[in-house]
Nanobody, 123 residues
Framework: QVQLVESGGGLVQAGGSLRLSCAAS????????MGWFRQAPGKEREFVAG???????SYADFVKGRFTISRDNAKNTVYLQMNSLKPEDAAVYYC?????????????????WGKGTLVTVSS
C-alpha cells in the first residue's frame, strides 16, 4: 500500500510558477512509477508528467518546456515544478503511483492516488 499526499497548490497569476510536492508512504517508493495528472471542472482527468524509477521522464505535449517532474527517493517525494503557468493549467492536480506501468501513463493504469491539490491561475 502506498499513501500519497499532495501539497503546494494555490493561486498564481498567469506567467507565474508553483512547485507541487507529493509525499509518499512506504519503504519501496523508489521502485514505483510516479505520475502527475490533472482534472479541470467538467473535463476528464489527464496525464501531465511522469517519472520512472530510473528517473526517466515523460510529459504531455501541452506542458513540455514549462513543467518539470523530479523525484527524491531519499525523501519519498515527487515534485512538479510548473513555470509559465496559463489560465488553462488551472485544475486539481493529482499524484499517482504504480509499481509497474504496463500501458503508458493512463489514469486507469495507476494504482494509488492522492486527494489532489488545487491550482488556480488568474489571467
Amino acid at each position: 500500500q502506498v499513501q500519497l499526499v499532495e501539497s503546494g497548490g494555490g493561486l498564481v497569476q498567469a506567467g507565474g510558477s508553483l512547485r507541487l510536492s507529493c509525499a509518499a508512504s512506504g519503504r519501496t517508493f523508489s521502485t514505483y512509477v510516479m505520475g502527475w495528472f490533472r482534472q479541470a471542472p467538467g473535463k476528464e482527468r489527464e496525464f501531465v508528467a511522469g517519472v520512472w524509477s530510473d528517473t526517466t521522464t515523460s510529459y504531455a505535449d501541452f506542458v513540455k518546456g514549462r513543467f518539470t517532474i523530479s523525484r527524491d527517493n531519499a525523501k519519498n517525494t515527487v515534485y512538479l515544478q510548473m513555470n509559465s503557468l496559463k489560465p488553462e493549467d488551472a485544475a486539481v492536480y493529482y499524484c499517482a503511483a504504480v509499481q509497474r506501468l504496463r500501458v503508458g501513463f493512463q489514469a486507469n493504469a495507476m494504482d494509488y492516488w492522492g486527494k489532489g491539490t488545487l491550482v488556480t491561475v488568474s489571467s
